[in-house]
């Protein structure tokens, strides 16, 4: 073994402290704060009420990923990749981070126990999510980084596939509405809603209207489960059906297939796993996916597992369309208009 592979191999191992030292300084609001030009470790520590040789020791980890800088003695400033952390970033990261330091950071703290029995070890399916959107607290941190993670994605997902001929857009699942605004801007003459958990509304309907949507976006509030909004030509779900299992998976596509306009589509925006994983940043975040879904009972799949589990659901794979990042928009169509429409 060379002395780079041992090398590369340590940095894996010791890896969470990153995720940690990220979280930590987001939590306390430091990248904000350095941001507003307070660079003095002691000030903020005194600001910020935790101790001071402690916060010194912190800003200079995130010196050393590059994420601050040590302009001085016990002085520090914002780079610009600390500054994707700040709260009013346009691309900011500031949800994903505290997101992976506590949800995440526990769901992995448990993976040997759901290896060991195979079986979800967070607070799973539709309790788990209902308890999550029932807590204010634990929801604003879930949907924002919802949010922050899927606009790239749904910027990538317009550039690959034309929803400039869809008149309404179904976000199944939705969230906030990141992904439908992100839709409805790249389809103007489109109307649309986020289709969610009721307690999900009130930040959907604040963030839609701070995108300057309300006239063309609403709020439906409901389980995917029970029945799906009808009226819909574009069903989209993003980072849905990763989240269930097959079964699962064919109750809530067969309510879309039900539910869709003739002539409409239902678009999966989900990673594709392919047949043989490689060594690849792209496919190491598809098997990262795959084992936070198996802590909650969901999985990543291939093509061959999508074909199938859409046709169970009574919809026809008409295409994968790539996108210039891992996800791929998956087209299908309810199988009874198979022949008519479709690529
Ligand atoms: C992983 S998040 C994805 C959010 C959004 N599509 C995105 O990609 O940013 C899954 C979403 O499904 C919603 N959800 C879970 N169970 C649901 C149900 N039974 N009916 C409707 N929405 C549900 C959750 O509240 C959450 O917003």
Redesign the pocket.
Known sequence: MTADARLRVNEMITGCWRTQVIHEAVRLGLPDRLAAGQGGSAELAAALQVDADALYRLLRALAALGLAQHTGDHQFALTADGAVLCVDHPESLRGVALHWGDRQWKSFGLLGRAIDTGRSQMQAG?EG??V??RDPAQ?EV??RA??E??LR??RAAVRAYDFGRFANIL??????G??LSVLLQAAPQAQGA????P??GPGAEHYLRQAGLSERAAFIG?????AVPQGFDCH?????V??WDDEHSRQ?LTQCARALQPGGVVLL?EQVLPERVTPDPAVAGMVRGDLIMLNIGGRERTEAEYRTLLAEAGLTLTRIVPTDTPFSVIEAIPVWTQGTQGA
Do not use: C, R
């Open positions: 539709s999510f209902a999550l959107q929801a879930f949907n919802m949010a993670q899927s994605i749904a976000d199944v699942g939705g969230g906030l990141a992904v986020s289709f969610d958990l307690d999900v409901g389980s995917f489960f029970e989209v779900l993003k980072y849905i990763h989240d809530l925006i």
